[in-house]
């Protein structure tokens, strides 16, 4: 039994959902790894599935019936992981923008190094990211800055989607409170985790962009990220 899982949501997912569970079972640190699978056309959870038969004890698969977020898809599987008893969830992409090699280095931040929530950070060190277009870059880097100015978060990469959470950080949170779905739902995570005192430390990472498939990016989750942010700096923490 792992005391680590890692959370992989994916909708089409199919090139990529293979060789990133792979790679994550080939660390040399344990993990188990939970996909939350919105119902892909494309057949991702039939491979899961299949790979489930060699992996019995490691691997795990929560077939949802529609696509209703990345927000409520890791809310998904933070109750999963509670349930189960796991002491560290750890969120991440399925398409290798976070490599796996540093699922080690964000598990030790909350193990080893007393953090609550450790955050792979593309910003706290300058800005670490290859293959995206220079207005994705500005659009992350400069979204990271006006939460920061906003709420007043201590906090580089507000928006980043590799974080490690230790299970009392999720069992504090009230997830059934947490209100965005889309890019703001990372944002809401830290905001609430930081006016909760837990304390926060940001793993410098490289975020790569995907190779294969396709990004899941929209204009309607910025405006969520954009008006989100507003509304948590006014309402704060739900009683």
Request: proline share 3%; with cysteine; charged share 25%.
């Amino acid at each position: 039994m792992s005391d680590a899982l890692v959370i992989i949501p994916t909708y089409n997912e199919k090139e990529n959902v293979e060789a990133i569970i792979r790679a994550v079972f080939n660390q040399k640190k344990s993990f188990h790894i939970l996909i939350v699978d919105d119902n892909s056309p494309d057949g991702t959870s039939k491979i899961v599935s299949n790979l489930i038969h060699e992996f019995p004890t490691q691997l795990f698969i929560e077939n949802r019936t529609e696509k209703n977020g990345i927000g409520t898809a890791y809310i998904h599987g933070f109750k999963w992981a509670i349930e189960k008893k796991y002491d560290y969830i750890i969120e991440m992409d399925a398409d290798f923008s976070h490599n796996p090699k540093d699922l080690v280095r964000l598990y030790n931040a909350c193990k080893k190094e007393g953090a609550d929530v450790s955050i792979g950070s593309r910003y706290s060190k300058g800005v670490n990211v290859v293959n995206w277009p220079m207005k994705r870059v500005l659009l992350s880097y400069f979204a990271s800055k006006y939460v920061r100015f906003i709420t007043g978060i201590p906090i580089h990469d507000t928006t980043a989607g590799f974080v490690c959470y230790k299970r009392n950080v999720l069992e504090t949170l009230q997830l059934d409170k947490i209100k965005f779905v889309g890019y703001a739902f990372q944002i809401e995570m830290k905001f609430k985790a930081w006016k909760h005192k837990f304390n926060i430390k940001e793993v410098s990472v490289i975020f790569t962009d995907r190779t294969l498939g396709e990004s899941k990016m929209s204009g309607s989750i910025v405006y969520e990220a954009l008006f989100g942010v507003l509304k948590l700096r006014i309402n704060g923490i739900p009683k």
